[in-house]
């Protein structure tokens, strides 16, 4: 019996990418003892039978909080935002759970382990936002010279759900966590207070980027623990381009020492003369190499 599970969702359009990320797990001989488990979001049957001899289980996501239904009319896709907070609820036979998004590939199985060792003893574990290269990551409106208007993700986002004042506060600078890649134990308290600060952002703001703004409130207001992992772990692409390391055919760190990237993530996307890599696969887009060579390169993941 695998005890531990990497659990994806996708709808028809992102299946593509799904594929790829089951894929580059697949890959890797270590993933023989882990589970791999998808949440239907308006997959075709076609693509379910596609996919179902790769992975274990497949299940039907669901509205698991309750959510205005003008807010989520035809859009399956943003059950991501809630059903990623219940996963013991869908796959109980676990005892440890990473969950990837299908807009992200892993690159290197190390970051794998590390992420089911972080959430030993109930612990969150998880990236921030924040690294090396990294220029901004908070934006201001200033008046005046000296007089600031915080535009911060987290902040804006919190005064938007009607989070109160001083809560949206703790958030204001606090380094973004995102929710692409975490993982949790079963019996973590770390569910509930997901879960409970969840239903309170559904309620008044965004569906989208709610349960992002929910993790971000149990670590930095709840103080859930956690351990957080490198940036490496869940490299978002359209905040900092990777390099290409030639000599081992694999992407890195832009800056010394060039560690090799775990996870690469698309979120956001890349785009180029108006198309997304997301969608549209062929497309390439310039990043350098360790010895300085421009090449194009496309960020997702090839068999």
């Given at each position: 019996?695998?005890k531990?599970v990497?659990?994806?969702?996708?709808?028809?359009n992102?299946?593509?990418?799904?594929?790829?990320?089951?894929?580059?797990?697949?890959?890797f001989?270590?993933?023989?003892?882990?589970?791999?488990?998808?949440?239907?979001a308006?997959?075709?049957?076609?693509?379910?039978n596609k996919?179902?001899?790769?992975?274990?289980?497949?299940k039907s996501?669901?509205?698991?909080?309750e959510?205005?239904?003008?807010?989520?009319?035809?859009?399956?896709?943003?059950?991501?935002?809630?059903?990623r907070a219940f996963?013991?609820?869908?796959?109980?036979n676990?005892?440890k759970?990473?969950?990837?998004?299908?807009?992200?590939?892993?690159?290197?199985?190390?970051?794998?382990?590390?992420?089911?060792?972080?959430?030993?003893?109930?612990?969150?574990g998880?990236?921030?936002?924040i690294?090396?290269g990294?220029?901004?990551?908070?934006k201001?409106?200033?008046?005046?010279?000296?007089?600031?208007?915080?535009?911060?993700?987290?902040?804006k986002?919190?005064v938007?759900?009607?989070?109160?004042?001083?809560?949206?506060r703790?958030?204001?600078f606090?380094?973004?966590?995102?929710?692409?890649?975490f993982?949790?134990?079963?019996?973590?308290e770390?569910?509930?207070i997901?879960?409970?600060?969840?239903?309170?952002?559904l309620?008044a703001?965004?569906?989208?980027?709610?349960e992002?703004?929910?993790?971000?409130?149990s670590?930095?207001i709840?103080?859930?623990?956690?351990?957080?992992?490198?940036l490496s772990?869940?490299?978002?692409?359209?905040?900092?381009?990777?390099k290409y390391?030639?000599s081992?055919?694999?992407f890195?760190?832009?800056?010394?020492p060039n560690?090799?990237?775990?996870?690469?993530?698309?979120?956001a996307?890349?785009w180029?003369?108006?198309?997304?890599?997301?969608?549209?696969?062929g497309?390439?887009?310039?990043?350098?190499?360790?010895?300085?060579?421009?090449?194009?390169?496309s960020?997702?993941?090839?068999?």
């Amino acid at each position: 019996m695998k005890k531990n599970v990497i659990v994806s969702l996708a709808d028809a359009n992102y299946f593509p990418l799904l594929e790829e990320l089951i894929d580059s797990i697949k890959r890797f001989k270590q993933s023989e003892s882990i589970a791999i488990c998808v949440l239907d979001a308006g997959l075709t049957e076609e693509q379910k039978n596609k996919i179902s001899k790769k992975i274990d289980e497949i299940k039907s996501a669901e509205w698991d909080l309750e959510v205005p239904g003008r807010k989520v009319k035809d859009k399956e896709w943003l059950k991501s935002q809630v059903s990623r907070a219940f996963l013991p609820k869908y796959f109980p036979n676990y005892e440890k759970y990473l969950w990837i998004d299908c807009d992200a590939w892993v690159n290197d199985w190390d970051c794998i382990d590390l992420y089911f060792q972080a959430c030993n003893e109930g612990k969150l574990g998880i990236t921030q936002t924040i690294g090396p290269g990294y220029k901004i990551t908070s934006k201001v409106n200033w008046l005046f010279g000296k007089l600031a208007i915080i535009k911060s993700q987290n902040f804006k986002h919190a005064v938007k759900s009607k989070i109160p004042y001083d809560k949206a506060r703790k958030l204001a600078f606090a380094p973004h966590i995102n929710i692409g890649v975490f993982s949790l134990e079963k019996n973590s308290e770390g569910w509930k207070i997901w879960q409970d600060n969840l239903e309170q952002t559904l309620k008044a703001g965004n569906i989208f980027g709610s349960e992002g703004l929910a993790i971000n409130m149990s670590v930095y207001i709840d103080n859930l623990k956690t351990e957080f992992l490198p940036l490496s772990f869940n490299w978002i692409t359209s905040n900092l381009l990777p390099k290409y390391d030639e000599s081992n055919n694999t992407f890195v760190e832009p800056y010394l020492p060039n560690h090799k990237i775990g996870i690469i993530h698309l979120a956001a996307g890349i785009w180029k003369d108006g198309k997304d890599m997301r969608v549209d696969k062929g497309i390439e887009i310039e990043i350098k190499t360790l010895h300085g060579k421009k090449i194009l390169k496309s960020l997702r993941y090839k068999n």
